[in-house]
């Protein structure tokens, strides 16, 4: 496998120029490709892509055949798309080889960005452009589980802020934009070495530290922790092969279960960790219980999103797939039968997926756990949707029942009341909210329920609402009051009242 690219400080500001003249953006190769094709190489499918560049000199068109394909361009085409770097400046980058007037990319190099940034991301070539399995030290690029943490992290404006195992740097971009200062670690050589380019090229200020998990930052604090850890369980078996990216070379769950444990420690009074994982869950126990123990003692507060589950062979079959073996091909029933057989010697029933906010108390007080059961569609940022909501619940753990009644809320701009009414009848069987972003929680209302949230609009503090619904429906104010707290705070918790 070629080794990283060079990050040459005098090159790579001509390198971004060359990449912005030639419209090799998100937007740009949309463009180039059309939907169609785009969605496709998303899917790891070559071929609309291929159909699609193989006669278009466009530049854009010619950098997405040559890096995102890893298919052979000429030099003149690359000198054409990169104007000023050439040919020859690729090569000394290490970003191609070139030969006999044909040039082949070493390594991946693809635009990516957010609604405000247009950037590029440096890797290995993934699996479509290599056209086998990947070596074990592959550097992966930009992949569904780095894109969850970029989309669910909240973006806090904070002095200090860690990318633990960064990859190829995705994650310290994005911090870099709005933290004075990143620090990104790494286990790998290779992955710092592709982080270091990537980070350069896009002008992020950002130190990379070499080492394993926490220890790279031991005794040293951070406002905000974001972490695509290697949380894939892999058999510890003979014949298994482990990937960097992906596998800690830990029994279990065990690299999830030490971070929560250990990031407490790393956070500032107020600081916040978002990170995603796997957990086991025993057969005769919930994934709540899971968590409870985890948590049980870690002096942090904790919101727990699981947005998925799988049974053992499941989730072999996914992680099987993930190394490039396919059911039917040599060893492929043999890697399938270890993944059973690990679970089945820890006595797992499921395996869970997740995404996990912790917080350290920004003062003395009793931490705050809610461990949340969503498997339907989100926004697709969720990033002010967990700010928010570390923040409500934060203050309904400060807060008492009395001075949740005393506030005037009001519904979300997102929130609309549903009726489902029975033809003919006069009244609805069911009223229930329905929140537009975040989680798009969906909350069932009675009667009083649906009274309280129909005067929310700040001009009554919760307590006169249900006094004057009580009055109405004729019923004593303290059963009403009684009845409505928990689902009010439920409403805050959730950001459907705010």
């Known amino acids: 496998m070629p080794p990283p690219p060079r990050s040459d400080r005098a090159l790579l500001p001509v390198l971004r120029a060359d990449l912005e003249h030639a419209a090799y953006t998100v937007d740009g190769v949309r463009a180039v490709l059309g939907p169609v094709a785009d969605a496709a190489l998303h899917r790891e499918q070559a071929l609309p892509a291929d159909l699609t560049t193989r006669n278009n000199r466009d530049p854009a068109a010619v950098l997405v055949r040559c890096f995102g394909l ?84 909240p973006r806090r404006a904070v002095r200090r802020a860690l990318d633990l195992g960064t990859g190829c740097g995705v994650q310290a971009l994005h911090l870099a934009t709005h933290c004075d200062q990143v620090v990104a670690t790494d286990v790998s050589e290779r992955a710092l070495a592709f982080a270091q380019f990537t980070t350069t090229l896009n002008a ?116 099987a797939g993930d190394a490039g073996s396919r059911s039917g091909a040599p060893g492929y029933d043999d890697l399938y039968a270890a993944w059973l057989a690990d679970f089945a010697g820890r006595g797992v029933e499921r395996i869970c997926f997740g995404v996990v906010a912790l917080q350290r108390p920004a003062r003395l007080r009793e931490v705050w756990t809610d461990l949340t059961d969503h498997r339907g569609p989100v926004a697709a940022a969720m990033g002010p949707a967990v700010d928010a909501g570390l923040r409500a619940r934060t203050w309904l753990a400060e807060h008492d029942d009395d001075a949740l009644l005393d506030v005037a809320w009001t519904c979300a701009a997102d929130v609309i009341e549903e009726w489902h009414v029975r033809p003919g009848a006069p009244d609805p069987e069911v009223i229930q909210l329905r929140q537009g972003g975040g989680l798009g929680r969906v909350v069932r209302l009675d ?38 707290t928990p689902l009010l705070s439920a409403l805050v918790a959730d950001g459907l009242l705010i």
């Open 204 to 319: 992020a200020e950002v130190e990379l530290r070499f080492g394993s998990l926490l220890e790279p930052v031991a005794r040293e604090r951070f406002g905000l922790v974001v972490s695509n850890p290697p949380f894939v369980i892999t058999p510890r078996r003979p014949g298994v092969v482990r990937y960097e990216y992906r596998d800690a070379g830990l029994v279990g769950d065990a690299v999830v279960q030490r971070l929560v444990r250990a990031l407490g420690d790393h956070l500032e009074p107020g600081g916040v960790a978002l990170l995603i994982g796997n957990w086991e869950v025993p057969a005769g126990q919930t994934w709540c219980d899971v968590w409870g123990s985890w948590l049980d003692g870690a002096g942090i507060d904790a919101w727990v999103v699981q947005r998925d589950e799988q049974d053992p062979a499941e989730y072999a079959e996914l992680w």
């Open 447 to 484: 009667t009083v329920g649906a009274a309280l949230v129909g005067v929310c609009d700040g001009s009554l503090t919760a307590r006169q609402a249900l006094g004057a619904i009580a009055t109405l429906l004729d019923r004593p104010e303290a059963e009403v009051v009684q009845t409505a």
């Open 70 to 153: 890893g298919m052979p361009v000429s030099d003149v085409d690359l000198d054409r798309a990169l104007p000023s770097l050439a040919t020859a400046g690729a090569a000394a980058l290490g970003l191609v080889e070139a030969s006999g007037g044909e040039v082949r990319a070493a390594c991946d190099l693809r635009p990516y960005g957010d609604e405000a940034h247009d950037w590029w991301i440096v890797a290995d070539q993934s699996e479509i452009a290599r056209g086998g399995p990947l070596p074990t030290d592959h550097v992966i690029g930009v992949g569904p589980a780095s894109t969850t943490v970029a989309q669910w992290t």
